[in-house]
């Protein structure tokens, strides 16, 4: 059997769905992966194989438009009787049920968001009817489908009456390997050997990044690193600048992720302080959290359900109860005074429950069930 699947995404440091391509490939399936040249063209060096849709739009509705229209005609010429296909969010999953329609093709659904509800949408009111046309149209009719965690599935389910599976977006088991290639990344100086706070993932709003910014001014002997790019990143260094502490807090840029992994374990303590602006952050269980695990790097984490749920349930770090720069300052400071050797048993515990390895036995099953 082979399976094609699109994002309209970078491909390259997709992480999730490498994952799913490189467990999908293991467990026999020919797998194709297809993605788009947005902003710059991806490194292709996968195990899979994978197909780049060129892009005029790189931005607005009209790279929403052009990459469906594509990615149409692109799964129509590929696709055949012994294809299952796989489509990844709501932004291109219109393509994929019009094939399996027109070809009688089995259809999966991984549903990384709540599309309809992202914050990016919290004032285009005509932009999100849209999505929630499509979304209210489309999900009740697939039978194979699955999200990332418990609090995306129950409002598919409370909204539609769907009942997806959860596969969690967790990492591969880090394997220690004294004869692992180095990697080289210029790291921020750091002479005094201060503690490292990081952050890993895209610089957007209501991730908690201005409000940690913020906080610095109050905290001592202590970096923080901000690993990432994003819309937000040219107003946030200029905050730093404007706080008068470019020589403690750092944006490392977008790293590799191979490159990522070098880098996390270096920090005292990592942060995933999303903010409740609209549902898809509300039940979000970010990648960030389980490389950290990962990582044997302690959490200071939102108060949102699924994230505080984690990091108590496995006791891996503390939860914020607001958001304000001295209530974030007074937490940090509580975690660096503990350090993060005071959490190693119970992360260690988690890494081994937390981890990809776990969560592809429920990828397995749902190809199976297509298969028999």
Known sequence: MK????VLNNIETDQRLD??????????????????T?????????LYVTHLIEMKNQSTMKKYIEFNFKLFFTLLKKAD????????????????????????????????????????LYNRPKTKKVWKVLEKFLLPKIKYFYT????????????????????????????FNENQDFIFFQLPENSNNEKILLYQGAI?????????IEAFTSINNCQFWIAGDGPKKQEYEQLVKDLNLTDRIHFLGSIPPKTL?????????????????????????????FDFVQAKVPVLATNLPEIKQTV???????????????????????????????YQESLAIAAKELCWENEEIKLKAIFEQIKK
Request: proline share 5%; glycine share 4%.
């Open 261 to 289: 992994k070098t880098i996390t374990p270096l920090a005292e303590v990592g942060m995933s302080l999303e903010e409740d602006l609209g549902l898809s952050y509300r039940y979000a269980l970010p990648n960030k959290l």
């Open 19 to 36: 994952k799913v391509c490189n467990s999908l490939l293991k467990f026999g399936y020919d797998v194709e992966l297809i993605g788009a």
């Open 148 to 175: 990332v965690s418990d609090g995306y599935a129950n409002w598919f389910k409370k909204e539609y009456n769907v009942n997806p599976s959860v596969i969690r977006n967790v990492p591969n088991r880090i394997k």
């Open 38 to 46: 947005l902003y710059s063209k991806p490194v292709l060096n996968k």
């Open 3 to 6: 399976i094609l699947s699109a």
């Open 204 to 212: 957007n709003i209501s991730r908690g990044i201005d409000k940690m």
């Open 81 to 120: 009787k012994k294809t299952i296909l796989l489509a990844n969010d709501l932004d291109s999953l219109l393509p994929f049920y019009l094939i399996s329609k027109i070809k009688k093709l089995p259809l999966v659904f991984d549903s990384h968001e709540i599309y309809s509800e992202l914050p990016s």
């Open 312 to 342: 108590l349930d496995y006791k891996i770090g503390k939860v914020i109860d607001n958001h304000t720069p001295q209530h974030l300052a007074i937490k940090l400071q509580e975690m660096l005074a503990e350090g993060k050797i005071s």
